[in-house]
């Protein structure tokens, strides 16, 4: 729709403009719809000891079952509910189930370690961001400590004056902040050591980046230095997209604690990740 353009203007429209806008809105109807009848799941990725294999805690990621065997991916539908604002009442969603089968898995006496739930930054900077958390955890009656949310650079950076204050309460809270796809985006270093960040989340495509030969600017001078950033900042490094033998090796050798990838797990159903605790408690 033309509607704020002048009387004197031409609104030229593509076609594949047009199809963008259509795609555009059945996927917002699709959100919507998921919403209404619960459409929306979450499958959990293992967060391992890079040393011993533990499993110390899994990453909480959203899907949305569009039928009864066909499930859609975030990268199809996170941006959009981003920009029509579908991701405030979404990411409520998410949090709050994650902290419900956090609960129930400690209940049943598996040792979950800490389950994180990304934020989008629409989400950490809305008003009652905090206000809503302390409902979920007090509803749920999940430990704060077994929570962590992973927020992005660019998120973090946006308005640092209330990201200071809200970072700290939510510290007194008791929940864990990481950042999540690190070295990707524009962080100043100085905020970074002010805010009080738990877990750096090494960006996957360094960790690709690892099993190129390429000489000069790779990976490896990229993942060794987050490695010794988080180290003496005392953060928790994680690497994320850990695929290979190799990329493992490096991240061993480098002393790097704790990663996430293929090479471990995918992302798998509640059920089967409960099913692996389950097995690694077993030995
Ligand atoms: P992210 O938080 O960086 O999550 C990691 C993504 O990498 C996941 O994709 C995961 O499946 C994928 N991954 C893990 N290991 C490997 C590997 O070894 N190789 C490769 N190629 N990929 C790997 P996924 O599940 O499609 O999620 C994509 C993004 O969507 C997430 O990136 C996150 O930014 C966003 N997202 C997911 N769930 C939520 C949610 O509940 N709320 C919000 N706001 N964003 C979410
Ligand atoms: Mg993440
Ligand atoms: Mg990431
Ligand atoms: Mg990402």
Same mark, same amino acid.
């Not at 979950?112 to 009652?128: L, W």
């Not at 864990?176 to 962080?187: E, P, V």
């Given at each position: 729709? +033309? ?13 594949e ?7 555009? =809105? ?9 919403? $209404? ?13 890079? !040393?011993?294999?533990?499993?110390? #805690? ?9 039928? /009864? *065997? ?30 419900? =089968?956090?609960k ?16 989008? &930054? ?8 905090l ?11 999940? /430990? ?10 660019? #998120?973090?950076?946006q ?20 950042? !999540? ?11 970074l ?17 690892? /099993?190129? /030969? *390429?000489?000069?600017f &790779?990976?490896?001078?990229?993942? &060794? ?6 180290? &003496? ?9 850990? $695929?290979?033998?190799?990329?493992? +090796?490096?991240? =061993? ?18 059920? $089967? ?11």
């Open positions: 729709q +033309a509607k704020n353009s002048g009387r004197n203007t031409f609104q030229v429209f593509l076609p403009m047009n199809i963008r806008a259509v795609e555009r =809105q059945s996927i917002e109807q699709a959100l919507h719809r998921a919403l $209404e009848q619960h459409k929306f799941l979450l499958h959990y990725q293992p967060k391992v000891n890079l !040393d011993t294999g533990a499993i110390t #805690g899994a990453e909480a990621l959203i899907r949305m079952q569009e039928t /009864d *065997d066909q499930l859609v991916y975030p990268m199809n539908f996170i941006t959009i509910a981003e920009e029509s604002g579908l991701i405030l009442p979404i990411g409520r969603w998410a949090l709050r189930e994650a902290c419900r =089968q956090a129930a898995w400690l209940e049943a006496g598996l040792d979950i370690g800490q389950i994180a739930v990304n934020v989008s &930054s629409r989400e950490f900077h809305s008003k009652d961001f206000e809503g958390l302390i409902a979920i955890l007090n509803e749920t009656g999940l /430990d704060p400590g077994h929570l962590e949310l992973e927020m992005t650079e660019s #998120g973090l950076m308005d640092t004056e209330p990201t200071t204050v809200l970072l700290h309460a939510l510290k007194k809270l008791g929940v864990h902040i990481a950042i !999540d796809d690190f070295g990707t985006g524009y962080s100043s270093l100085s905020y050591m002010r805010f009080p960040i738990d877990t750096l989340k090494i960006d996957r495509s360094f960790v690709r980046d690892l /099993d190129d /030969d *390429d000489t000069g &790779s990976g490896e001078a990229i993942v &060794s230095a987050v490695i010794a950033m988080g180290s &003496s900042l005392k953060q928790r490094v994680v690497a994320e997209g850990i $695929e290979t033998q190799h990329q493992l +090796a490096f991240l =061993q050798s480098h002393h790097c604690v704790e990663g996430q990838g293929f090479y471990f797990s995918r992302p798998v159903p509640a059920d $089967e990740f409960a099913a692996l605790l389950a097995a690694r408690g077993a030995h």
